[in-house]
């Protein structure tokens, strides 16, 4: 394994992370705690992973009391990453499959949710304190920010930033976290078939100067850069993906194809994808999805195996310019709106 340190911090995290939430949430496969907390342990013991991403809402509580458990024996030598915002303290109940629930971003609010969070991690600190899926809103909140630097002050929390989503837009909200707030830490989707808005967040931090480090989800674009799908590949209904059209497997079937010159006989293409994201200064961990002990040791290993050359950088950017050759795709994401539209419509969201 290989670490990065987070600007003006001295916080350093594992290049491959571990998201818990393929093992609290049951969207990914049905974990025990036992289980869950054998493959978080060894994570650090044979592959030296250190950064573990959490949230509150995960399992109601279950990701972090988990990663709690893992390592209460040596919290000093693990980063821990979680989230806030979700308030599943009173709306547990209406939750369904992934969508949201309410949030609640009031002072009196998170810090409660702190004080849970600490005590289901069993610490007295989080390293990487993030807003869940942070809207404009939460944003330019100068009462949320001015909070958190209490927290920092507190010593509750060591920097915090926002992870983006759960749509892969939301571009606005990363320029703005990074442009404005300077944040330590954004969280977000970005991957080789995925590059936007990625990229567009990427330029707006390199442009102002700021001091921020990126988490990186859905590395795989849902699995699709592992490159194991085929046309007759099915999901479990309880799968995300089962709900996805048919032509996002077609597309992306064809898609991987023109990237299998990635693939060497020491290199997947798994790994080659997170190989990808790691040419990136500003990219401090990667979180692939991570449900079994081949999975972990395949991604796990990524870091050591051979980082993708000049030309194999330059063909990849060449086909992301034509979409792999496959045309006619609608992106109806968020960040496709003009800046004006965008901060309108999220007004209008906010103020309802």
């Not at 000093?76 to 309410?102: C, H, L, M, W």
């Not at 799968?239 to 992306?252: A, E, K, M, T």
Request: glycine letters at 8%; a negative charge.
């Amino acid at each position: 394994m290989k670490y990065r340190t987070y600007p003006k911090t001295d916080i350093s995290v594992s290049e491959v992370g571990f998201g818990l939430w393929t093992t609290s949430t049951g969207w990914w496969g049905e974990f025990t705690d036992d289980s869950a907390i054998a493959l978080y342990r060894d994570a650090y013991d044979r592959y030296g992973i250190t950064l573990f991403d959490a949230a509150d809402t995960y399992g109601n509580g279950r990701s972090e009391e988990q990663l709690g458990r893992a390592f209460a024996d040596r919290r000093d030598k693990v980063v821990y990453s979680t989230k806030f915002g979700y308030d599943f303290y009173n709306f547990a109940g209406e939750r369904r499959g992934q969508q949201e629930i309410p949030a609640d971003f009031s002072p009196a609010f998170v810090r409660y949710a702190l004080e849970q969070s600490l005590r289901r991690l069993q610490t007295d600190y989080i390293d990487i304190y993030s807003i869940h899926n942070a809207h404009l809103e939460q944003v330019h909140s100068d009462e949320l920010f001015g909070l958190l630097e209490e927290f920092k002050a507190e010593g509750k929390i060591r920097c915090y930033g926002v992870a983006l989503g759960p749509a892969i837009g939301w571009l606005y909200e990363g320029i703005d976290a990074a442009r404005k707030r300077n944040v330590t830490n954004i969280q977000m989707i970005w991957n080789m078939l995925e590059q936007f808005p990625g990229n567009d967040m990427l330029r707006a931090a390199d442009e102002a100067g700021a001091d921020t480090g990126y988490q990186i989800r859905v590395p795989h674009s849902s699995g699709m850069l592992e490159g194991r799908y085929t046309l007759d590949t099915t999901f479990a209904p309880t799968d995300h993906r089962s709900h996805r059209p048919r032509q996002w497997l077609i597309n992306g079937v064809k898609k991987i194809e023109t990237l299998r010159f990635l693939e060497t006989p020491t290199r997947t293409l798994g790994q080659a994808a997170i190989q990808w994201l790691l040419a990136e200064p500003r990219a401090m961990t990667i979180l692939p999805n991570i449900y079994d002990a081949a999975m972990l040791a395949e991604f796990g290993g990524a870091p050591e195996t051979d980082p993708l050359t000049p030309d194999e950088l330059a063909r990849i950017a060449e086909l992301a310019s034509t979409n792999f050759g496959v045309p006619d795709e609608v992106n109806k994401y968020k960040g496709t709106m003009t800046a004006d539209a965008y901060r309108e419509a999220a007004a209008g969201l906010a103020a309802v």
